[in-house]
C-alpha cells in the first residue's frame, strides 16, 4: 500500500511550478504540480498518455491551439504526443498522473524550461 497528501507540506513559489513526486506504484506515478497564481509551464509534450486532475484551483490548460478552463475536480486525460500548456488562474494543485515508463524527471525538466 502507498499513501500521500496532495495537501500536507504544500508550497507555491511565485516564479516556477513546485513539483512533488508522491508515489510511485507497478502502473503509475503521481506527482503533484502546485503552481502559483500567474505561473505557466510552457507548451510541451510527453511520449506516453497521461491524466491530469484539478484538485484545487484553476488553470487555462492549452491543447491542440485552444484553451480549457479547469476548476477543482476536473480531469482532463491526453494520449501522447499532444502539445499542451498551462496558465494558473488560482493557486492550483495538479495531480498528474504518468505511466509506468513515463519519466517524472521530465515533468521538472518542463518547468525548468
Same mark, same amino acid.
Given at each position: ?6 495537501t500536507q ?6 516564479d516556477?511550478?513546485?513539483i &512533488?513526486i508522491?508515489?510511485? %506504484?507497478?502502473? &503509475?506515478?503521481e506527482?503533484?504540480?502546485a503552481l502559483h *497564481?500567474? &505561473?505557466t509551464m510552457?507548451?510541451?509534450?510527453t ?8 484538485? #484545487?484551483g ?6 491542440s ?5 479547469m %476548476?477543482?475536480? #476536473?480531469?482532463?486525460?491526453l /494520449? ?5 500548456d498551462? +496558465?494558473?488562474?488560482?493557486? &492550483?494543485i495538479?495531480?498528474l %498522473? +504518468?505511466?509506468? *515508463?513515463?519519466?517524472? /524527471? ?8
Amino acid at each position: 500500500m502507498k499513501n500521500a497528501s496532495l495537501t500536507q507540506n504544500l508550497k507555491f513559489n511565485k516564479d516556477k511550478p513546485l513539483i &512533488t513526486i508522491l508515489f510511485e %506504484t507497478d502502473f &503509475t506515478k503521481e506527482i503533484r504540480i502546485a503552481l502559483h *497564481q500567474g &505561473t505557466t509551464m510552457k507548451e510541451h509534450k510527453t511520449s506516453f498518455p497521461i491524466v491530469i486532475e484539478i484538485h #484545487d484551483g484553476e488553470i487555462d490548460f492549452g491543447v491542440s491551439g485552444e484553451i480549457k478552463n479547469m %476548476t477543482k475536480g #476536473d480531469l482532463i486525460a491526453l /494520449e501522447a504526443n499532444v502539445p499542451h500548456d498551462l +496558465l494558473a488562474k488560482k493557486n &492550483t494543485i495538479v495531480r498528474l %498522473t +504518468l505511466t509506468k *515508463q513515463d519519466k517524472s /524527471e521530465r515533468v521538472q525538466d518542463v518547468v525548468n524550461q
